[in-house]
């Protein structure tokens, strides 16, 4: 195991750290780790282009339990909240050019708009959303040492709220963020209510915020 795995392992293991979600898939081994070098150039991007891809490949969205791909940078980890919220769109905006170069399509019942509330990231042809942790993070729950984006499986979440069980979860998350910080995160949004690519940076926005992804054209 490497040593950005095993912090990470660690940070989700730690006692305040608030998603039970995560701690479940953690304690499951049911968490992907790939290691990308510097978050805001382009280096790392088709290794990881291809673990996600990897990762989609093997979900098992009938699971009763979370799995998700965690990738986490080597720096920089001085970046305040702005530089990683920069950083993670060029990451996620550079993930969608490729691919497209593939000549993958986005993902069935979500949105490629990311002012829609129905937005959500495609890889692959699997929907994602993105959790940003980061040094800089104002709010405890996304500090963590190491930039680092979360991919988590749309479907699966999806699934988990149909059958009730991401509504309890949810509410425990809740109470033990509001626990550890003081308050519930404020960017917090039901799904269809407004765009989730507001929460994927961790930063507090105002209503004047646009968020600088642009989907491009499928390749043919």
Not at 85 to 98: F, G, K, M, S, V
Request: contains cysteine; charged residues 25%.
């Amino acid at each position: 195991m490497s040593d950005l795995q095993s912090r990470f392992e660690a940070f989700i293991a730690s006692k305040d750290f608030p998603c039970v979600g995560a701690k479940a898939a953690s304690a499951r081994k049911t968490i992907t780790v790939i290691e990308g070098q510097d978050i805001t150039a382009s280096e790392s991007d088709v290794r990881v282009h291809e673990g996600l891809h990897a990762f989609g490949r093997q979900l098992d969205h009938e699971a009763a339990f979370v799995q998700s791909c965690v990738v986490v940078y080597r720096g920089p980890c001085d970046l305040d909240e702005v530089g990683f919220e920069n950083a993670l769109w060029r990451r996620l905006q550079r993930l969608h050019e490729l691919d497209r170069t593939a000549g993958h399509a986005w993902a069935k019942g979500v949105s490629d708009d990311p002012a829609s509330p129905h937005f959500s990231m495609s890889l692959g042809g699997n929907a994602f959303f993105v959790v940003g942790l980061h040094p800089g993070a104002s709010r405890p729950a996304r500090r963590f040492d190491h930039p680092t984006l979360v991919f988590n499986s749309h479907e699966q979440f999806e699934r988990l709220r149909a059958d009730g069980r991401f509504a309890k979860m949810q509410k425990v998350i809740r109470e033990r963020d509001r626990a550890l910080s003081g308050t519930i995160n404020p960017m917090l949004a039901e799904f269809g209510r407004a765009s989730e690519a507001r929460q994927y940076s961790g930063r507090r926005l105002g209503p004047e915020w646009r968020c600088p992804f642009q989907p491009r054209e499928q390749a043919r």
